[in-house]
Every structure is written in C-alpha cells, then in structure tokens.
C-alpha cells in the first residue's frame, strides 16, 4: 500500500502567521516529501472557513507539482459541482502538464449550502453534479475539446463518494473509489461489473485521520489541542446556513481512544511508524486499497511535530510498502 500525505492549509486564529510563511513552508514541506519517497501530495478544498482553509486546490497543486519530481499529486478533493466541467479539466490538464503527468484528479459533491450559496450554484443535487462532471470530464478530454490536452492519456479520476449509491456509480462509470471502507468497497466492486468492467481491476484509495509521532504520550497534550480545534470547526461548518443546531464540541480523549479500527476517518491515531502500520494494514484488511494518505499537518501544529511528522512519513511509507511478516 502507498503512503501519501494530505494538506487543507489551514491557519486557525489562535496561532495564525502571515499567509506568505504559510503557502511558503507547505511547499517546502512537499519538496521534503517528495525528497524522501512519499507516494502522493493530496490537497482539499472549503470556501469561508475563519482559518483560511485551501479554497484552490487545484491552483496549489500547480504550485507543488512545480517545486516536485516524483511524487503524484492529488486533490481530495475538487467540488466539482461549484465549477463548469470544462473549467476543471482545463485547470486539470495544466496541473497535468506542470507535473509531467502526476496529476490524481479526485473529486466530491460538497455539503456545505455557504459554498454552494458563494458560488451561485443549485446545491440541492451535489452528487448528480459530481457524477455529471466526470462524465462531461472524460468526454471534453476524449474529443479534443479543450486544450491544451493533459499528459496523462487517461487521467486518473477519483470520486470521493460515502454512500453506496454513489459508490456503485463511481464503479459503473469505471472510476476509482475515494474512500477506504468495506462496505462501500463492495458497493464499488458491484458497480464495476454492472458496468462491464473488470471488479479486480478496482482502484480504492482514501484518508485516514493519523498523524505521527516519536513518542505519542509526550506529543499528545500538544496534538489534541490542534485536533480539536480542527473537528470542531468541520461539524460547526458543516451545519452552517442550516435549521441544524449547533453539535457539542469533540472529545479528543474520546477520538482518540475510538482510533480508527472503526473507520480510518471514524477517530484519531495518534502513533509511531511501527505502531502506524500494524494499525493500517488491520483497517485495511480485505478492501484492497492501493493508497492511503494521512495528515500532513493539522490546523495550525508546530513546526518541529510537522516536520518530524514528514519525516518518520517516510519511515512509515516503507513499512507499508513492504510485504507482511
């Protein structure tokens, strides 16, 4: 299984810097990465969050895919539906061609009605959007329609789906499956022979909630802090322009004591390489997954648990590479 590591870049009010220092040391951190064998550089998407969340992943992904040689950059994911398809692809095939052919198109149906609302768009079917521009993706590519055309003569696609509906479509339409989860890896599998293609020539790939650490007790006053703040915002956000109250916050004791046996997005692993790779392959087990990528940093961490988090990334990544004892 492949190692990757996920980016939102965020810089949360209480330990904000200057936006310059913030863009600056991300790409560093994704030359560092890519200097040390990591698989893929993943990069997410929100609009009006107070921490700045990456608005632009695309854009950024340019930017890294400039400052890297190796390693395949990815989105997790583009909204598709907050774009016209031929702006997607057009921005997708210069990522593309920037990259040399790394790009890793991943894309998402959005739930947050502030976003649809900012960019003017209907948000009351985000997953007929979604579905709609990787059909209209795969066939402005095909026909020549937009240009320049991208490397890659089939642009890896992803759809960052967490339903089974969804996920069977993403296998009827012969796409990869964003998401690591047995059920809907069978949902998936499902779709890929109902659309004619060959179920063992599924393509599961998708994140998990694991950040890395030397020695996880002496870190963890530090990381929960971080962690909460992170996922209180994600559920106070996501509720926002919605008759829904507002949920309580988070326990991080809670998250991380629930870890991720349950759902590799479900908790929290706070861990070693080594204790990070027994945890993932057992997650994992029996789904198939080609790639999981963890968390390169969260909301606003300090510099010296990141960077030694990228670093022991490598360590890990070689652990999951390797056969099992």
Request: some cysteine; overall charge negative; aromatic content about 8%.
């Amino acid at each position: 299984m492949n190692l990757g590591l996920y980016f939102d870049l965020r810089n949360p009010p209480a330990w904000q810097r200057e936006w310059t220092h913030v863009y600056a040391r991300i790409l560093e951190l994704c030359e560092e990465a890519d200097r040390r064998g990591i698989h893929s550089l993943w990069f997410s998407e929100h609009h009006g969050f107070e921490d700045g969340y990456l608005p632009q992943p695309l854009t950024f992904a340019a930017a890294a895919a400039a400052r890297t040689r190796h390693a395949r950059i990815g989105t997790s994911v583009v909204i598709a539906g907050l774009r016209p398809a031929a702006l997607i692809a057009e921005e997708a095939a210069v990522v593309d061609i920037v990259s040399g052919g790394r790009l890793e198109l991943g894309l998402g149906a959005g739930y947050r009605q502030p976003e649809f609302d900012l960019y003017g768009v209907d948000g009351r079917r985000p997953h007929a959007a979604l579905f709609d521009r990787i059909e209209a993706l795969r066939r402005l590519w095909a026909e020549g329609a937009v240009t320049p055309p991208p490397v890659q003569q089939r642009v890896p696609i992803w759809a960052g789906v967490g339903g089974p509906r969804s996920a069977h479509r993403a296998g009827r339409l012969g796409e990869g499956l964003m998401r690591i989860s047995a059920d809907l890896a069978r949902h998936y599998r499902e779709g890929l022979a109902a659309g004619g293609h060959d179920p063992a020539a599924a393509r599961i790939i998708g994140p998990a909630n694991v950040l890395l650490s030397d020695d996880p007790e002496r870190d963890w006053p530090v990381v929960r802090r971080h962690l909460a703040y992170q996922w209180d915002s994600y559920a106070r956000y996501r509720v926002e322009g919605t008759d829904a109250p507002l949920p309580p916050p988070i326990d991080p004791e809670g998250w991380r004591e629930r870890g991720i046996e349950r759902g590799l997005m479900a908790g929290f692993a706070l861990a070693t390489p080594e204790e990070a790779a027994s945890r993932l392959r057992a997650a994992t087990d029996g789904i198939g997954a080609e790639t999981v990528y963890v968390w390169a940093t969260i909301a606003g961490l300090p510099d010296e648990l990141v960077e030694r988090n990228v670093e022991l990334a490598a360590d890990l990544a070689q652990r999951l590479a390797a056969p099992e004892a």
